[in-house]
């Protein structure tokens, strides 16, 4: 094995926590949005039936005295839908519900078994190295199948393959390799050179192994690699576009954080070139003006509108 | 059948035919409506076809949109989308949205599980041009090809392959106007991506730099309601006029004496309506004044340009346009010292001013500082004072309600209108879905208010079937003639589309149906008044 891939390995690593951290903090350090949420909004008290504090006379009231929100649907709400992609079952007429189970928990699973196999090299235990073996080939399995049958569905159905692009066929390609191989190194019965190989990249040190586990780890590494820069990134996006975007329904008060972060934002310059807009002027600027010509047109005896 | 699967790219090519055409055979079934004795399709007519750009699907929501004449004028309409893009990108440009839009156009995985939540693909027959996902998809494709890397280095591979020209900017315009941005979808993406939202993105674009926009929303609309004080072209004189006139006729009509409070310094609550209920619905203002008056509530009314008109069209299109009425609104409750700002029956409105307006206003006009409120909430404390008798005696017919997106799938109003009901309307009944799953009335996103060219009857046929079929399900054992039966609606936008889809299906002949608000109910079973206060000869 060449010192490629053990080189490889920690730079994959490396790109896969820095990439996402960094992708996740860009999404997270946007500015904040208008209210967008959507109901059932899941933290709030009333989500059972989607209400919210606004069926209360005087909310206002309501929320200066602290709403009980319970913070933690939040959290159900999207590990239902990364667990068991809930929506996707309930909604999708497609089929795409079982095989995409069957690929996420293959990719859950896997970085199981990754988990595992470090943790025999330090650990060498029997039982240890047979969970992670279990683990493997489960989710070598599960994957496979998962992402087969996502190919065929995506290649036979004339609605999904309309909107499918070949690097989405890449993606999915990519995963059924990379399974393919995992279940391999364990079929062709190559996954003792699992921990060696691992072994030899946490101390640096080249070893021979087997091709299977070579050409496993590679593929792995890739993904780990390329998954910042891709779609796989749609698992922790929800946190933002739920929790971030679709649930964040807090409400502006005087003087608290976020209206002096709102204060901000209307200070930003906007350069919207329509006719009515105001080129150049800022967003409390153009909100609170009309162009010259359009002032004072409003035919009553009134004071101009803006 | 007529189902047709066009490739993206259609959007840009000299075509001979529409992308799709709507078809009889292909639309949804309405309970108790044959398609042979509805109201036959109009074939596209010439002067459509001579003038405007109709290959989208043969209607035209954009009757102000003409084909450019020049080569000059066509590479003008390009640039000015790439700026507009590039703006809608731009964390100062579009600090309002960028989030939603980047996480939206990054990452959705094209599962399509949003598609079945769609009104308008499932009334449509499931038309591909009008899935969710479809318009979004091809702003995908020209964000890719030009603003990203991967997509100028690896083109069709990512899914960069849409030509940018004159044609692509027309029908994506038209695209996103027959779009209800009702978000239903939204609710149902397993990643969190909003189709709906994303479709106003590209309507933002149009509007906030290229100026595009339909008549009605923008031209007609924001800009008559900012310089002359209300979209329906209202001048604070000439709403004085109505008022008095609706005061007399309200007298004339029930022998209620009503006087609208205008610039009560200090009253509790400013109430704002949709100024097109003073012109089409006279009896809705009229109703809220009764109750107020009877509650014994401290309120006023403005005349001062745009406080007399809680529409703001902005929502659907435009974040410059939607500030300034929202700051016009709050500025004019802060000089009249009132507590609260209150919008009447009027969906659109109540989220502008409630929910969006809530980041737009800061300081002073914050929230807690002048509180901003739907009515709904408000009603049923009315009810619940006791101030006032009702006799649900009063309201003994059939009765559904209809929930305004607006309001209810995005504000979680769900249950004052239904605690409301309950209280006084003994044989109300729910439509399915209903709550935060209903579906919109088909008018929501400035539907309602386009009534040029072709656009109306896309909208009676596609957009509003879901509903008309929703509707007359909720009275499906009562759907005999000789039983009148009320759709409460309580906004003024979806009442404008139930209004024209009833006389589009003949309701009114077929099974005696009239719609109105919540408050006109409300009077009707009030044991005060004397005659009845639903007219049901009218709509
Ligand atoms: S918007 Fe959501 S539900 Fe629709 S195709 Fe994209 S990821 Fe799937
Ligand atoms: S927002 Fe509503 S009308 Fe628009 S695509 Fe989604 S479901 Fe359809």
């Not at chain 2, 007359?472 to 000789?482: I, M, Q, S, Y």
Request: proline content about 4%.
């Amino acid at each position: 094995m060449s010192q490629f891939m053990i080189y490889f390995a920690w730079f994959s690593v490396i790109c896969f926590f820095v990439g996402s951290f960094l992708k996740l903090l860009k999404i997270n350090n946007m500015p904040l949005h208008l209210r967008a949420e959507l109901y059932p909004v899941v933290h709030d008290s009333k989500n059972s039936y989607g209400g919210s504090y606004m069926e209360d006379m005087n909310y206002v009231e309501e929320v200066r005295k602290g709403l009980k929100n319970i913070w933690v649907n939040d959290i159900i709400e999207i590990l239902r839908e990364v667990l068991f992609l809930d929506r996707v079952n309930e909604y999708n007429i497609y089929g795409l519900w079982f095989p995409s189970l069957l690929l996420h928990w293959g990719l859950y699973i896997l970085f199981g078994w990754l988990f595992l196999s470090v943790f025999s090299v330090f650990w060498p235990f029997y039982f240890l190295i047979q969970l992670s073996s279990i683990f493997g080939i489960v989710a070598g399995a599960f994957g496979v199948l998962g992402s087969f049958i996502l190919i065929l569905r995506r290649i036979f159905s004339q609605e999904l393959r309309l909107y499918t692009t070949p690097l989405d066929f890449f993606n999915l390609f990519l995963l059924l390799f990379m399974f393919l191989a995992t279940l391999s190194t364990f079929l062709f019965d190559a996954n003792h050179d699992i921990l060696r190989y691992l072994g030899s990249v946490i101390s640096f040190k080249t070893v021979n192994v087997s091709n299977f586990v070579i050409v496993q780890f590679f593929l792995f590494q890739f993904f780990l690699f390329y998954f910042p820069f891709s779609k796989f990134m749609h698992a922790p996006i929800k946190y933002w576009t739920w929790h971030a975007i679709m649930w964040d329904d807090a409400l502006t008060m005087k003087g608290n954080k976020q209206d002096l972060i709102l204060q901000e934002q209307l200070e930003y310059k906007q350069f919207w070139a329509a006719p009515h807009a105001i080129q150049g002027t800022s967003w409390a600027e153009v909100a609170t003006n009309l162009k010259v010509e359009e002032r004072g047109n409003n035919n009553g005896n009134k004071k101009t509108t803006l | 059948m007529a189902i047709k699967r066009p490739p993206f790219n259609d959007i840009s090519k000299d075509l001979k035919e529409p992308m799709a055409t709507i078809e009889m055979d292909d639309l949804m079934d309405i309970l108790g409506i044959d398609k042979k004795e509805e109201t036959p399709l109009e074939p596209i007519n010439d002067k459509i076809k001579n003038t405007y750009d109709w290959y989208l699907d043969g209607h035209i929501a954009l009757g102000n949109l003409y084909p450019p004449k020049t080569k000059e004028e066509e590479n003008e309409l390009v640039r000015k989308f790439l700026s507009g893009l590039e703006k809608l990108l731009d964390p100062k440009n579009n600090w309002p949205m960028l989030q939603i839009l980047k996480t939206g156009l990054d990452y959705c995985v094209r599962c399509q599980t949003c598609s079945e939540a769609c009104h308008v693909y499932i009334a449509s027959g499931r038309q591909e041009i009008y899935r969710p996902t479809y318009r979004i998809e091809i702003l995908r494709k020209i964000y890719k090809k030009y603003f990203t890397p991967e997509g100028k280095l690896l083109g069709s591979f990512v899914g960069a392959d849409v030509d940018l020209n004159w044609k692509t900017i027309y029908r994506l315009a038209e695209l996103v106007h027959r779009c209800n941005l009702c978000r239903r979808c939204a609710q149902r993406c397993p990643v969190g991506i909003d189709n709906g939202y994303l479709a106003r993105e590209i309507r933002v674009l149009l509007s906030q730099e290229l100026g595009i926009s339909p008549t009605e929303i923008l031209e007609k609309g924001s800009r008559l309601q900012l310089t002359v004080g209300s979209s329906t072209g209202l001048s604070p004189m000439a709403l004085k006029d109505y008022l008095e006139f609706i005061e007399e006729d309200t007298y004339e009509k029930t022998g209620v004496k009503i006087k609208f409070p205008i610039n009560k310094k200090g009253a509790d609550i400013l109430l704002i309506h949709n100024a097109g209920e003073f012109v089409s619905w006279p009896e809705n203002p009229a109703a809220f004044a009764i109750l107020f008056d009877a509650a014994g509530i401290s309120w006023t009314m403005s005349d001062e340009p745009v406080g007399y008109d809680s529409i703001n069209y902005g929502l659907w299109n435009d974040d410059i346009e939607a500030a300034r009425v929202v700051l016009r609104h709050a500025k004019i409750g802060k000089d009249l010292g009132v507590k609260k700002i209150v919008i009447g029956e009027c969906g659109h409105a109540t989220k502008a001013f409630c929910v969006v307006g809530d980041r737009i206003l800061t300081g002073d006009l914050g929230s807690s500082e002048i509180s901003r409120e739907s009515c709904l909430p408000l009603l049923w404390d009315i009810y619940k004072s006791g101030a006032i008798k009702f006799d649900p005696s009063k309201n003994n017919f059939p009765v559904t309600l209809h929930d305004p997106c607006n309001m209810v799938r995005n504000m979680g109003i769900v249950m004052p209108q239904r605690n409301v009901l309950n209280a006084i309307a003994p044989r109300w009944r729910e439509m399915h879905p209903n709550g935060v799953y209903n579906y919109c009335c088909g008018g929501g996103s400035g539907f309602a208010i386009m009534q040029g060219l072709n656009f109306p009857q896309w909208r009676n046929k596609v957009s509003s079937r879901m509903k008309i079929n929703q509707i007359l399900n909720a009275f499906k054992e009562e759907l005999d003639p000789g039983i009148p039966k009320y759709v409460c609606a309580p906004c003024s936008n979806c009442k404008g589309a139930i209004r024209d889809f009833f006389e589009h299906y003949k309701c009114k002949e077929k099974f005696n149906l009239t719609y109105g608000g919540l408050v006109e109910l409300m009077v009707n079973s009030m044991v005060d008044m004397e005659k009845p206060y639903i007219s049901w000869d009218e709509y």
